[in-house]
């Protein structure tokens, strides 16, 4: 009876042990683990590029990214196996109370960077220079000059832009269209001398030292200044982002579900310290949580410097 029992314990103990594991293998932590999240498909370019590093220095980690519209994104919040949202707005009061009542927690989320909506053209088009003014025209079908084309046929955080920024109460008109995502948009527009493509900074901040052959036949358009005090165009670059001198800025934020120190909290570390940070700037956006500005330096050339 006796050696019934020991071994019946230790089949227990066994037992016990491999749902322990099981359990434990299912935990992630800042460096190990898998975590899916949600991205809005306008940053696809510069968050695949913070992974890509983040699990290079983690090999253990492992974070599954579906890119798709804004809206799309914020609705994935509401299951259990998404972890994390990247998109262009954070949580309102209301929505901070609706999920602590859902999750019985608050979800944390914070700015990333600052990114800009773009306006792009064939290479050969005529007109280069736009004002937000005109740019509402276009949307509003008051011009219909130019073919506007946005970067999803469903709600991106692009399209959300258009609609509350230059549409506001106006119905799009037949001169607007869309295409399936950005890398859609980037060959339309580079075979189309009419368009104008508005979407995110991050598909074409790198374009002066892209090989591609789509994106050597589009330029960027500069909009006009909003702060300036002379009628001045400029270009979507970090310094007229940071000052919202240039006028389609928009933020970046993490939304994250994670009531312990996870995978996703080691992520947003990530991206929120040095290292994360300059990839942000080196996609040509604005960089929220450290400054890296640049200072000129006074160099005295008569110093004498000897060598040891």
Not at 130 to 139: G, W, Y
Not at 140 to 152: E, F, M, R
Request: aromatic fraction near 8%.
């Amino acid at each position: 009876m006796i050696r019934h029992f020991i071994i019946l314990h230790v089949l227990l103990l066994c037992i016990a042990c491999k749902q322990h594991k099981q359990y434990a293998d299912k935990i992630d932590t800042p460096k190990q683990g898998t975590i899916y999240i949600s991205v809005d498909e306008s940053f696809k370019p510069i968050i695949e590029e913070q992974i890509k590093v983040y699990q290079s220095s983690n090999p253990d980690a492992h974070i599954i990214a579906t890119y798709k519209p804004e809206a799309a994104c914020l609705k994935d919040l509401m299951y259990d196996s998404i972890r994390m949202v990247i998109t262009t707005k954070g949580l309102t009061l209301d929505e901070e109370k609706f999920y602590n009542q859902k999750l019985e927690y608050t979800p944390s989320f914070g700015l990333l960077a600052l990114d800009a909506v773009v306006a792009i053209v064939h290479k050969n088009a005529r007109d280069t220079y736009f004002s937000i003014a005109q740019l509402q025209q276009f949307v509003q079908g008051n011009d219909t000059s130019k073919q506007i084309i946005l970067d999803g046929l469903s709600a991106t955080s692009t399209v959300r832009y258009v609609l509350d920024s230059l549409a506001k109460e106006h119905k799009l008109r037949s001169n607007v269209g869309a295409t399936k995502n950005s890398t859609d948009l980037i060959h339309y527009v580079s075979t189309h001398e009419n368009a104008v493509g508005l979407l995110g900074l991050s598909w074409v901040g790198d374009m002066d030292t892209s090989s591609e052959k789509t994106l050597s036949n589009i330029k960027i358009a500069k909009i006009l200044c909003q702060r300036c005090n002379t009628s001045t165009y400029i270009n979507p670059t970090p310094i007229n982002i940071k000052q919202h001198t240039y006028p389609m800025v928009r933020g970046l934020f993490y939304i994250l579900k994670e009531n312990a120190t996870g995978l996703g909290t080691g992520f947003v570390n990530f991206m929120s310290l040095e290292r994360g940070q300059l990839i942000f700037r080196r996609a040509h956006l604005v960089p929220a949580k450290i400054s890296f500005d640049v200072r000129k330096v006074m160099m005295n050339s008569s110093l004498n410097l000897k060598k040891t």
